[in-house]
């Protein structure tokens, strides 16, 4: 079991940059894939980025390509997101996820989240 804890959220402008971390704790926490994941007020949470264990294959939401790069330093327990070029659509709450695969339905613990604000 990995636990984890997300910081970095914040307001910004459209067309700004955030930096989301999430930090782990747990031996092993290089095992396990990680991901991103969002939920803004009135719907449900979706899938944003995942990472595998190595760090060797990435994976993104349609609606974030391009802009968004999920990564992780396994020495230092960390995942990242960058997130460029936001949109006021991307508000929600981020949540960092750690599972045995890459695959959605594997992430199994999660932390409490984030809020990012992306004003007009």
């Known amino acids: 079991q990995v636990q984890l804890v997300e910081s970095g959220g914040g307001l910004v402008q459209a067309g700004g940059s955030l930096r989301l971390s999430c930090a782990a704790s747990?031996?092993?926490?290089?095992?396990?894939?990680m991901g991103w994941f969002r939920q803004a007020p009135g719907k449900e949470r979706e899938f944003v980025a995942a990472?595998?264990?190595?760090?060797?294959?990435?994976y993104y939401a349609d609606s974030v390509k391009g802009r968004f790069t999920i990564s992780r330093d396994n020495a230092k327990k960390m995942v990242y997101l960058q997130m460029n070029s936001l949109k006021p659509e991307d508000t929600a709450v981020y949540y960092c996820?750690?599972?045995?695969?890459?695959?959605?339905?594997?992430?199994?613990?999660w932390g409490q989240g984030t809020q990012v604000t992306v004003s007009s």
């Open positions: 990472i595998s264990w190595s760090g060797g294959n990435t």
């Open positions: 996820a750690s599972g045995l695969t890459t695959k959605v339905n594997d992430f199994a613990s």
């Open positions: 747990g031996r092993t926490f290089s095992r396990y894939a």
